[in-house]
Nanobody, 124 residues
Framework: QVQLVESGGGLVQAGGSLRLSCAASGRTFRMFAMGWFRQAPGNEREFVATINWSGANTDYANVVKGRFTISRDNAKNTVYLEMNSLKPEDTAVYYC?????????????????WGQGTQVTVSS
């Protein structure tokens, strides 16, 4: 069992930056791939970024590539999402998720555990 708690969301102006954190419980965190997803009002949840168990492999949705960076610290059981050059269309609830596959994956169905989400609001 893995419990995930996101933090770091908030209100920011367009062009600004935020760093989201996701703290995981359990000693097996390092075995899981991690992902970030987001859901805007009226939209389905969508993939944002993923990182494999070691941190060596990452992948991003095209709409955030070059602006967002996912990273992890296995010693701290934490995954991060650094978000730069934020746009109003990045406004959403951001969720972190853990996949027992270990390899990075964009597929929501591959994730076994989910956090409760943190709100990110970007004003224009």
């Amino acid at each position: 069992q893995v419990q995930l708690v996101e933090s770091g969301g908030g209100l920011v102006q367009a062009g600004g930056s935020l760093r989201l954190s996701c703290a995981a419980s359990g000693r097996t965190f390092r075995m899981f791939a991690m992902g970030w997803f987001r859901q805007a009002p009226g939209n389905e949840r969508e993939f944002v970024a993923t990182i494999n168990w070691s941190g060596a492999n990452t992948d991003y949705a095209n709409v955030v590539k070059g602006r967002f960076t996912i990273s992890r610290d296995n010693a701290k059981n934490t995954v991060y999402l650094e978000m730069n050059s934020l746009k109003p269309e990045d406004t959403a609830v951001y969720y972190c998720a853990a996949s027992g596959l270990g390899r990075s994956t964009m597929r929501e169905a591959d994730y076994d555990y989910w956090g409760q989400g943190t709100q990110v609001t970007v004003s224009s």
